[in-house]
C-alpha cells in the first residue's frame, strides 16, 4: 500500500503540475494583451510590460492553483477507474477512505504553497504593482514622447507631435483640450519643450497660436503667442491614485487593523478581518478541491459507460463552494464578529467530499460498480 500512495501522489502531483501550468499560460497570455495595449497605449515601453506581467503572475498562480488540484485528481481517478486499477485495490481490501489519505495528503501540499502566496508573495507583488503603477499614472512626459501619432494622454486630451530632435525638442505641435463642456481650447506651435518644476511638467510652447471656442455663443477667439506655458501636470488622473488597499496589506495589518489604517483605506473592520482570514482560508479550498474530485468520481465505481455524470456532479459541487465562499465573503463584511464564517466554504467543501467518500463505502454499492 505505501508503494501505491506513492504512485497515486505521483501521478496527482504530475496531473496537477500540467493543468497549473496551462492554466497559468492561459490566464497569463489573456490578461498580458489588455495589459500589453493599456501601457503601450500610454507611451510605455516594453520592458514596463514585462515588469508589470512579472508581477501579476503570483496572483493569477494563486487563482489557479485550487482549480489545477481539482481537475487533476478528477483526471487521476477517472483513468484509475477506467483502467480498473481502483477496483483491483479495493478487491484487494483497501477502502475508499485508506485511499482518502494519500488525496488529502495531496491537497495539503498545494494548500502550502497557496498560503506563502497569498501571505507573503502576492501582498508584496501588489505592493510593487501600486507603486509602478502610480509612477507611471504620473509620468504624463512618456504619454506625450511619441511622434507621428494623435495620442489622447488624458479624457478629453489630443496631442500631436510631428518630429522630436535628437536634443528632445518638439516640432509642429497639436493640443486640442476639450474637458470643459462649453469651451474648446487649441494650441499649435512649431517648436516646445517638456520642462520639470517643483509644481510639476510643463510643456512649453514657442511661435504658436491658441484658439478658444465656446459653445454658448458659437465664437472662435484666436490668439498669437511667442512663449506660452500648458501646465500638464494637471492630466494625471486621480482615479489612477488610489488610497492603499487591503490586499496589499500585510496578514498581521489585516487582523490587528488601527483607526488610522482604517481611516486611509476608507474600510470597516468587519472587511480588514475577513481579508486577513481569508487568506488563511483560501489554501484550504485546494484541500475541499481534492477531496470533492475524489469523492464524487468514487461514486459512480466502475462503469463501462466512464463516469461523466460523477464529473459533471463534481463541477458542480466546486460551483456551488464558490458560490457559498463568495455569499459569506459578502456576510462577513458586514458585521466583524461573523469571521469565523470565512473557513466555512472550505469546511463544507471536506464535507461534502467525505460524505461522498462514505456513501462510496458502502458495501452494497461497491459490489454494485463492481458487476457494471
Known amino acids: 500500500m505505501q508503494r501505491f500512495d506513492r504512485y497515486l501522489l505521483s501521478q496527482l502531483r504530475t496531473q496537477f503540475g500540467f493543468f497549473a501550468l496551462v492554466l497559468v499560460s492561459v490566464y497569463w497570455v489573456n490578461n498580458g494583451l489588455s495589459l500589453f495595449e493599456q501601457l503601450i497605449n500610454d507611451g510605455q515601453s516594453a520592458l514596463v510590460f514585462l515588469e508589470f506581467a512579472v508581477l501579476i503572475l503570483p496572483n493569477m ?15 487521476v481517478v477517472n483513468r484509475m477507474t477506467r483502467e480498473s486499477e481502483l477496483v483491483v485495490i479495493q478487491a484487494m481490501g483497501c477502502s475508499p477512505w485508506r485511499l482518502a489519505r ?61 518630429e522630436i530632435t535628437e536634443s528632445g525638442e518638439l516640432r509642429d505641435i497639436f493640443l486640442s483640450d476639450r474637458r470643459q463642456a462649453d469651451r474648446r481650447m487649441t494650441y499649435t506651435a512649431s517648436r516646445a519643450l517638456l520642462v520639470q518644476d517643483a509644481a510639476g511638467p510643463k510643456l512649453l510652447m514657442f511661435d504658436g497660436m491658441a484658439q ?31 488610497p492603499p488597499k487591503l490586499s496589499v496589506l500585510s496578514t ?54 466512464g463516469l461523466s455524470r460523477q464529473i459533471l456532479l463534481a463541477i458542480v459541487m466546486m460551483i456551488g463552494v464558490n458560490l457559498l465562499s463568495n ?11 461573523l469571521w469565523p464564517m470565512t473557513y466555512l466554504p472550505p469546511l463544507v467543501g471536506v464535507a461534502i467530499g467525505a460524505a461522498m467518500i462514505w456513501i ?13
Open 61 to 75: 498562480i494563486l487563482i489557479v492553483l485550487p482549480i489545477a488540484a481539482f481537475a487533476g485528481t478528477v483526471q
Open 102 to 162: 494519500t488525496v488529502l495528503v495531496f491537497g495539503l501540499l498545494v494548500a502550502l504553497p497557496l498560503a506563502v502566496l497569498n501571505h507573503v508573495l502576492v501582498p508584496a507583488s501588489r505592493v510593487q504593482l501600486d507603486e509602478r503603477r502610480a509612477e507611471i499614472a504620473q509620468d504624463i512626459t512618456a504619454r506625450f514622447l511619441s511622434e507621428g501619432k494623435f495620442l489622447h494622454p488624458a479624457k478629453g486630451i489630443t496631442f500631436y507631435i510631428r
Open 212 to 242: 478658444a471656442y465656446t459653445e454658448e455663443d458659437k465664437r472662435l477667439s484666436t490668439a498669437s503667442f511667442a512663449d506660452f506655458t500648458y501646465d500638464i501636470g494637471a492630466l494625471i488622473d486621480p482615479d489612477k491614485i488610489r
Open 252 to 305: 498581521s495589518a489585516l487582523l490587528h487593523p488601527t483607526e488610522t489604517l482604517m481611516q486611509q483605506t476608507g474600510e470597516s473592520r468587519a472587511a480588514f478581518l475577513y481579508e486577513g482570514h481569508s487568506r488563511s482560508a483560501q489554501p484550504l479550498l485546494a484541500v475541499a478541491a481534492a477531496m470533492i474530485g475524489y469523492g464524487a468520481l468514487l461514486i459512480g465505481g466502475f462503469s463501462r459507460f
Open 327 to 337: 455569499s459569506i465573503g459578502d456576510i462577513v463584511r458586514r458585521d466583524a464578529s
Open 360 to 372: 462510496s463505502s458502502w458495501p452494497g454499492r461497491r459490489r454494485r460498480g463492481a458487476a457494471r
